[in-house]
C-alpha cells in the first residue's frame, strides 16, 4: 500500500479499485487509524459487515462509524467516522474512502448532555427556590397588610376624635393637649409608614409624589415637633435657611418630613447640648434647585470604621446604643431609601472640629405658592354648607362601631347625612333598596370583604354609584386591587378630609337632594339662643348632656330592633326624644315618634325605614349641638373678659 504525500491533517483518505476494492494508496493519517492491516482489501482491513449493502448505496455516498483502539494513554477508543464515495480520476473511477477521528465531538456531546441535565437539575432547584421566596414574600407583605390595618384602626380613631375635639374647645391649654396628641398620633402612624417603607424599600416599590409645597414651613412643622424633645434633654436646636433656598417646590412633603424627623431625631438624641439644621440651595437653571439640608451635632460622633453600617437597615453602633436611646436601626436606612427615590443622596461625615453632619441633596424644581393644604387637621376650615352646595346620597360600609362614630361627625361636619352599614352583603342590599351617589367601603369586612362587594355592585347594570374604599391598609397592592374591583378611589385611614372633599366632588351632585339639604336647621336656634341668654349656665350642662347620652339611646334603640324588643325600643325613644326636646328639634322628635308608632303595630319593615330616617337626624342633631358648644366658648370668653 503506498501511502500519498497529501496531508489532511486528522482527516485519513485511501484511494481503491472500484472492482477489487484492493486500497491502491492511502495518507498517513489513514494508515495511523488502522495501523495493525491485515488485508488490502478495504472492507477487510476496516471490519464492514455487508459490504455489499455498502457497495449498492455508493453512488449515495454511505456513512457509519466504527470504534477502534486508541495509542493514546488518554482515551481508550477512537470514534472513526467513515464515507464511501466513486470519485473519477483521470478518466478512472476509483472508491475513495474518508476516515475521520470524531472522538471528540462525542465527547463533547456527552459532555454537553451533562452540563443539560446538571443545569435542568439546578434550574429545577432555582425554580423551587423562587416558589419558596415568592410565598415567603407573599406572606410578609400580607402580615404588613394586616398590622398596618390593624394598627391604623385604631389610630383612625384618636386621631379623629381628637380632630372633632380640636373643633369644639377654645382653651388654649385644651387646643395644645389635643394637638400634642394628635402629634404623637402622627408619629405612630409615621413608625407604622417606616415599617412598610422598609419593606416596600426592599421590594423597589416605594413611590414619592410630586406636588407644590411649602419647604420652610414643612421645616419648620418638625423643628416645632422635635423642639420639646430637644429642650428636655438640654439641647439647643435652631435652623437656618439661606436666602437663595425657594419657599415652595415640587417634591413629596410627607417623605421629606420622615426623612428630616429621622436625622434631626437622632441627632438631638445623641448631641451634647446643639443641633443646627442649615438648608442651601444652588440654582442649576431656571428653576431647578439642587436643595442640600445639613444636621449638624455636636457629640461624641462615630468611629470610621463604622461610617458604611450607618445606612444599613437594622444597624446602630453596638447595643448600648439601642439600650440607652431606643430605636429600630430602620431609621437612617429607610432616609437613604427615599432620597435614593427622590432623585438625590444622603452621606454622613463625623470631625472634632465640627461634629457629626448628616446631610442630603435633592433636586427640586420651585413651585408658585398654593393655598393653605386642608388636612385632616383642619377641621375649622371645613366648608360646612357643602352638602346644600353639592348634595349627594353617601352610605358607608364599615364593621368598626368608633370608625362609623368618627366618619359620621366628621361628614356630618359637612353638612351630609350617611347610611351606614356593616359588611359587604348590607352594602349590596341597601345599594338594591335605595339609590346612593357615594359609597365608602371598607377592605376588610366580615361575611363579605369590600373587594367582592365592588365586582358584585358593578354586575347590577344601570346602579352606578361612585364606590371609594375607605381603608386603613395602605399598600398599593391593596389600592390596584381596590381599583382592578371596580372603585372608583382610594382612602386611607386616618380620614384626611381634603381628600374626601375631593372624592365628594368627583360625584355628581344629586339634585333632588338639594332642597332637603338647603332646609334650616333641626335645632330651634332662636329659640336656644332666647333659652341661652335667660339661664346661661344650663345650657352647656345640657349640651354635655345630650352629647353624652344620645349615642348611647341610639345604640340600646338598635339593639333593641334587632330583638324586635317593643318596650326597650320604647326607652331608648324616649331618651332620644327628651334630648332633642330640650333644643326644640323637632325633627328629631317626629322621626322617633314614628318609629316607637311603627315598633308598637309590630311592623318591623316600617320600624328599619324609620330607624334609617332617625339616624340621619341624630347625626346632624348631634353636628348642631357641637356648632353651639363652640358659639357657648365664645360667649363664656367675652362674659369673663
Not at 415637633?225 to 430637644?230: D, R, T
Not at 461610617?307 to 430602620?330: I, N, P, Y
Not at 362587594?453 to 354586575?459: D, H, L, P, Q, V
Not at 334603640?557 to 326624644?577: C, P, Y
Amino acid at each position: 500500500m503506498n501511502e500519498m504525500d497529501l496531508d489532511l491533517g486528522r482527516e485519513g483518505l485511501a484511494i481503491c479499485d472500484d472492482s477489487s476494492f484492493e486500497i491502491l494508496r492511502s495518507n498517513k493519517c489513514f494508515n495511523g487509524y488502522f495501523v495493525n492491516l491485515e488485508s488490502n482489501n478495504i472492507f477487510l482491513t476496516i471490519d464492514v459487515k455487508e459490504p455489499e449493502r455498502i457497495i449498492r448505496g455508493l453512488v449515495k455516498r454511505r456513512r457509519f462509524k466504527i470504534t477502534l483502539p486508541s495509542n493514546s494513554p488518554s482515551r481508550e477508543k477512537l470514534t472513526i467516522e467513515v464515507n464511501f464515495y466513486f470519485k473519477e480520476i483521470n478518466g478512472v473511477s476509483y472508491l475513495v474512502v474518508s476516515a475521520l477521528d470524531v472522538s471528540y465531538k462525542e465527547e463533547v456531546s456527552a459532555l454537553l448532555n451533562s452540563m443539560q441535565s446538571a443545569l435542568e437539575i439546578k434550574n429545577s432547584q432555582l425554580e423551587s427556590a423562587l416558589e419558596k421566596a415568592e410565598t415567603l414574600a407573599n406572606a410578609k407583605s400580607n402580615f404588613l397588610a394586616i398590622m398596618s390595618h390593624e394598627i391604623r384602626t385604631p389610630m383612625n380613631a384618636v386621631l379623629s376624635c381628637a380632630n372633632l375635639l380640636l373643633d369644639s374647645v377654645r382653651r388654649p391649654d385644651d387646643i395644645k393637649l389635643l394637638e400634642t396628641i394628635q402629634s404623637s398620633g402622627d408619629m405612630l402612624i409615621t413608625l407604622v409608614n417606616d415599617i412598610l417603607d422598609f419593606s416596600k424599600n426592599e421590594s423597589d416599590m416605594l413611590v414619592v409624589e410630586k406636588v407644590p409645597y411649602n419647604l420652610r414651613h414643612n421645616t419648620n412643622l418638625i423643628i416645632d415637633l422635635l423642639e420639646p424633645k430637644a429642650l428636655e434633654l438640654g439641647v439647643n436646636l435652631t435652623l437656618t435657611v439661606e436666602q437663595d433656598v425657594p419657599s415652595w417646590v415640587f417634591g413629596d412633603a410627607t417623605r421629606i418630613r420622615q426623612v428630616l424627623t429621622n436625622i434631626i431625631g437622632n441627632a438631638i438624641k445623641f448631641a451634647k447640648d446643639s443641633v443646627q439644621v442649615h438648608i442651601a440651595a444652588e440654582l442649576m437653571e431656571e428653576k431647578f434647585y439642587q436643595i442640600e439640608v445639613s444636621v449638624i451635632d455636636n457629640g461624641l460622633g462615630f468611629p470610621e470604621e463604622a461610617k458604611g453600617r450607618l445606612f444599613k437597615k437594622f444597624s446602630q453602633l453596638d447595643a448600648s446604643t439601642t439600650r440607652k436611646f431606643g430605636g429600630t436601626g430602620l431609621g437612617l436606612a429607610i432616609s437613604e431609601g427615599l432620597i435614593r427615590a427622590m432623585g438625590g443622596r444622603i452621606w454622613a461625615e463625623c470631625s472634632p472640629e465640627i461634629g457629626t453632619t448628616f446631610a442630603f441633596s435633592i433636586p427640586a424644581e420651585a413651585s408658585q405658592p398654593v393655598s393653605k393644604e386642608l388636612d385632616s387637621a383642619d377641621v375649622n376650615t371645613l366648608p360646612r354648607n357643602m352638602a346644600s352646595e353639592h348634595p349627594l346620597k353617601i352610605l358607608m360600609a364599615e364593621d368598626n362601631t368608633v370608625n362609623q362614630m368618627v366618619a359620621r361627625r366628621l361628614i356630618s361636619k359637612l353638612g351630609y347625612r350617611i347610611d351606614v352599614v356593616s359588611n359587604g352583603e348590607e352594602a349590596i342590599d341597601y345599594i338594591k333598596r335605595y339609590n346612593y351617589d357615594l359609597v365608602l367601603m371598607d377592605q376588610h369586612m366580615p361575611e363579605m370583604d369590600g373587594i367582592e362587594a365592588t365586582k358584585k355592585i358593578r354586575k347590577f347594570g344601570p346602579i352606578k354609584p361612585q364606590i371609594f374604599a375607605l381603608t386603613a391598609s395602605a399598600f398599593s397592592d391593596d389600592r390596584e386591587r381596590c381599583l382592578a374591583a371596580g372603585m372608583n378611589g382610594f382612602l386611607t385611614k386616618p380620614i384626611n378630609m381634603k381628600q374626601l372633599i375631593e372624592a365628594f366632588k368627583s360625584c355628581p351632585a344629586n339634585e333632588a337632594l338639594r332642597e332637603a339639604y338647603q332646609k334650616s336647621w333641626q335645632i330651634n336656634v332662636d329659640a336656644v339662643y332666647d333659652f341661652f341668654k335667660a339661664n346661661p349656665d344650663v345650657l352647656p350642662e345640657l349640651i354635655t348632656r345630650s352629647l353624652a347620652f344620645v349615642p348611647g339611646h341610639m345604640e340600646n334603640l338598635a339593639a333593641a330592633i334587632v330583638d324586635e324588643n317593643t318596650d326597650r325600643i320604647g326607652r331608648a325613644v324616649s331618651g332620644v326624644k327628651a334630648c332633642a326636646a330640650d333644643f326644640h328639634a323637632d325633627l328629631v322628635i317626629q322621626s322617633a315618634a314614628l318609629l316607637d308608632l311603627s315598633a308598637q303595630k309590630q311592623s318591623w319593615p316600617d320600624v328599619l325605614q324609620h330607624h334609617q330616617e332617625l339616624v340621619r337626624c341624630v347625626d346632624l342633631f348631634l353636628s348642631e349641638l357641637d356648632s353651639l358648644s363652640i358659639l357657648q366658648d365664645g360667649s363664656e370668653q367675652s362674659n369673663t373678659l
